[in-house]
């Protein structure tokens, strides 16, 4: 009988931010961020995942007016531009704070924010899905080394929830087509150097006990082929399982997913009662927001599950103020006081940071009364864990019938039979 595969152990943690409200400065983001990233490297972390959007409020549910000629300076304020990327730890940078301290505690980051990549694509197919906007905007999510103090992967958002235009007076918009531009990079995985706390041995016939080991300066070809492939996703993509399916395709053990996803809205509410048969009067915002966390997690353990890998899903949740609905683009004001109902209606982002399994079960989730505030969630996995699904159930190459899947990348709406 074979030995059981050696562990490949780390130790991650999801950052889970509260609220950022429209009026919140940027001094105060990046100090949380930063306290997140101190509790969790006491803890042992090594990996570091934070929500979608981090350095600002959720802003797709307002409207704010622009034309190609004539920017909306809101708007472009919350877009860090080419720079930014390009050189993350310099002092300019929105993120240069974060990356500069993660690095002098050997702790990677993942963390998403708004990316303003200068004149956008003129394609048709941009131009009808990005209203009036004079570049090209990204709803972006990066991957920071910090051994090699580079960013090893930067994935744009691919699925793009809501509307171009805004809704009538009283809805809740959700205007991320509107803002932003569909992710052009793809689904595409990355090996991470360095970061197992117990990289499994050399096993290959080459292998000699003198064989350097692992280090920043000497990162050989052997153990590149035991570094951890991770991919990244961000909020809507978990509910289209091709996402999912493409990082299993190139054998990710770990999937990040940040997100903000909308707890309750006055047309949620009238919908699940649809539904159900039952007037509106009689549904809770509490049942609309379960509902919001079953699809969560039913599309996460489903995803992770179907492709024999880890994920790790973080949220930004509570109420968000200086939200409320706008269609005539007047930004609304930070603080209203007291918060009126449409204000908490569109401002209210659901919970659900979780850990899930290969086997798609829970391993952890942080508890209902941490919804609203910043949180750390810290779990030690075993990669090696997703080899049972990846060697049975789903070994792609021995199981996928792709030429029965054309309907899959061939069609885009739905056709019925005759």
């Known amino acids: 009988m074979s030995a059981d595969p050696p562990p490949r152990l780390l130790t991650l943690a999801a950052a889970q931010l509260g609220p950022i409200h429209l009026s919140t400065p940027l001094t105060e983001i990046q100090s949380r961020l930063l306290s997140l990233l101190e509790s969790a490297a006491s803890q042992g972390a090594r990996l570091v995942v934070y929500p979608e ?6 802003f797709s549910r307002v409207h704010y007016p622009t ?11 919350f877009f860090s531009p080419p720079s930014t990327f390009a050189s993350p730890l310099s002092p300019s940078s929105i993120l240069h704070p974060l ?9 990677d980051i993942c963390i998403g924010l708004a990316e303003c990549a200068g004149p956008r694509s003129t394609t048709p197919s941009m131009e009808t899905q990005v209203a009036n906007a004079p570049h090209a905007h990204y709803n972006t999510y990066i991957y920071y080394s910090s051994t090699t103090s580079t960013i090893l992967s930067k994935y744009r958002k691919v699925h793009l929830p809501g509307t171009i235009d805004p809704k009538p007076t009283g809805e809740t918009n959700q205007l991320e087509k509107r803002y932003f531009t569909p992710g052009d ?25 003198t064989s350097p080991p692992s280090s920043t300066t000497n990162h050989t070809n052997q153990d590149r082929n035991r570094d951890p492939i991770l991919g990244l996703l961000l909020c809507n993509d978990r509910r289209w399982p091709e996402a999912f399916r493409s990082l299993g395709l190139q054998g990710t053990s770990l999937i990040l ?21 039952k007037p509106a009067s009689q549904v809770t915002r509490e049942e609309v927001s379960e509902e919001a966390l079953f699809h969560h997690r039913l599309c996460m353990q489903a995803g992770c599950y179907q492709n024999a890998c880890f994920g790790l899903a973080v949220a930004k949740c509570g109420v968000e103020l200086g939200s409320s609905p706008d269609p005539q683009g007047h930004a609304p004001s930070s603080s209203p006081s007291p918060v009126s109902e449409a204000e908490t209606d569109a401002g209210a982002l659901t919970g659900g940071t979780m850990l899930i399994s290969p086997d798609g079960e829970v391993l952890a989730e942080l508890p209902r ?11 030690e996995i075993d990669l090696g864990r997703c080899e049972r699904g990846k060697g049975k159930v789903f070994d792609m190459g021995r199981h996928r019938r792709v030429d029965a899947y054309e309907r899959i990348t061939g069609q885009v709406g739905v056709k019925e039979p005759d």
């Open 53 to 58: 959007l981090s350095y600002s409020t959720f």
């Open 67 to 77: 034309t190609a000629s004539t920017p909306n300076e809101t708007l472009e304020s």
């Open 99 to 107: 990356l500069t301290r993660a690095a002098s505690l050997n702790v």
């Open 185 to 209: 990079l793809g689904f595409e995985a990355i090996r991470v150097p360095n970061l197992l706390q117990t990289p499994a041995p050399d096993i290959s016939p080459l292998a000699t006990p």
């Open 257 to 277: 997913c940040g997100f903000n996803t909308t707890a309750h809205s006055p047309e949620m509410l009238a919908s699940y009662a649809r539904s159900r048969g």
């Open 369 to 379: 009364e941490m919804d609203g505030k910043d949180a750390v969630l810290v779990r």
